[in-house]
């Protein structure tokens, strides 16, 4: 599965080489929060910086892949939880995680950066596939299902802003050397595997293919046409 997705990020970082107009590039600032045995619930306990580069390629104003690459720290302990085996305050654990990952996004409202005489925003969700790597209690690789929701915005000709929020559902539960830790009655909706969650604010740009705005490029075309007539 790891040799898939790497070969699907290549595939998708050059499929538009010959169409600049239909690839956004982006740069991610957020957080990282994780959620398992030591945080069953808290949405923002321990957050850990987290950054991303991504590449997406729109195939229609509602329609888009993104590959994804992020890193960050993660963290987490005990505190205040009351359904562990272990006395509150016994455990806790910090490393690094990252994750290379491919989306499907799709946006409720035709978007596009390209539009520089009115302002277009769209609400929008994401879902697909990532691969996750952590050095918290030890170094693992292992398969997670990102999905997310968010919301676009462009602030200027091929500029966007961006703001997203979203889990990633892992097959794994060793973040925080805690393996079957929560009582069977205790179990949720995480079904005992540890998850975590990313969220962050997105600048976007799109580099255009110069020829296709250059004045000269233009000028010969229009020469050749009227040859041509």
Same mark, same amino acid.
């Given at each position: 599965?790891?040799?898939?997705?790497?070969?699907?990020?290549?595939?998708?970082?050059?499929?538009?080489?010959?169409?600049?107009?239909?690839?956004?590039?982006?740069?991610?600032?957020?957080?990282?929060?994780?959620?398992?045995?030591?945080?069953?619930?808290?949405?923002?306990?321990?957050?850990?910086?987290?950054?991303?580069?991504?590449?997406?390629?729109?195939?229609? %104003?509602?329609?888009?892949?993104?590959?994804?690459?992020?890193?960050?720290?993660?963290?987490?302990?005990?505190?205040?939880?009351?359904?562990?085996?272990? %006395?509150?305050?016994?455990?806790?654990?910090?490393?690094?995680?990252?994750?290379?990952?491919?989306?499907?996004?799709?946006?409720?409202?035709?978007?596009?950066?390209?539009?520089?005489?009115?302002?277009?925003?769209?609400?929008?969700?994401?879902?697909?596939?990532?691969?996750?790597?952590?050095?918290?209690?030890?170094?693992?690789?292992? %398969?997670?299902? %990102?999905?997310?929701?968010?919301?676009?915005?462009?602030?200027?000709?091929?500029?966007?802003?961006?703001?997203?929020?979203?889990?990633?559902?892992?097959?794994?539960?060793?973040?925080?050397?805690?393996?079957?830790?929560?009582?069977?009655?205790?179990?949720?909706?995480?079904?005992?595997?540890?998850?975590?969650?990313?969220?962050?604010?997105?600048?976007?740009?799109?580099?255009?293919?110069?020829?296709?705005?250059?004045?000269?490029?233009?000028?010969?075309?229009?020469?050749?046409?009227?040859?041509?007539?």
């Amino acid at each position: 599965m790891r040799k898939t997705l790497i070969s699907l990020f290549l595939l998708a970082t050059l499929a538009s080489a010959n169409g600049q107009r239909s690839a956004d590039y982006g740069f991610s600032a957020g957080i990282v929060n994780y959620l398992g045995e030591l945080n069953p619930v808290s949405l923002f306990s321990n957050p850990g910086p987290a950054a991303s580069l991504f590449y997406r390629y729109n195939f229609n %104003p509602r329609q888009a892949v993104r590959a994804n690459l992020l890193g960050g720290q993660i963290r987490g302990e005990d505190t205040d939880i009351n359904n562990l085996r272990t %006395p509150p305050g016994d455990d806790s654990f910090s490393g690094m995680l990252g994750e290379l990952g491919l989306t499907y996004e799709y946006n409720f409202f035709a978007y596009s950066t390209q539009r520089s005489r009115r302002v277009d925003y769209t609400p929008y969700i994401a879902a697909g596939a990532a691969v996750t790597l952590v050095n918290t209690a030890d170094v693992s690789i292992f %398969p997670s299902i %990102p999905f997310s929701a968010g919301f676009k915005i462009n602030v200027g000709n091929n500029i966007g802003l961006e703001f997203e929020y979203g889990f990633r559902k892992t097959f794994y539960d060793n973040f925080d050397g805690l393996t079957d830790m929560v009582d069977p009655e205790d179990l949720t909706w995480m079904h005992n595997n540890d998850w975590y969650s990313f969220m962050g604010v997105s600048f976007t740009w799109k580099i255009y293919n110069k020829l296709v705005g250059c004045p000269a490029f233009a000028g010969d075309v229009e020469k050749k046409r009227k040859k041509q007539n």
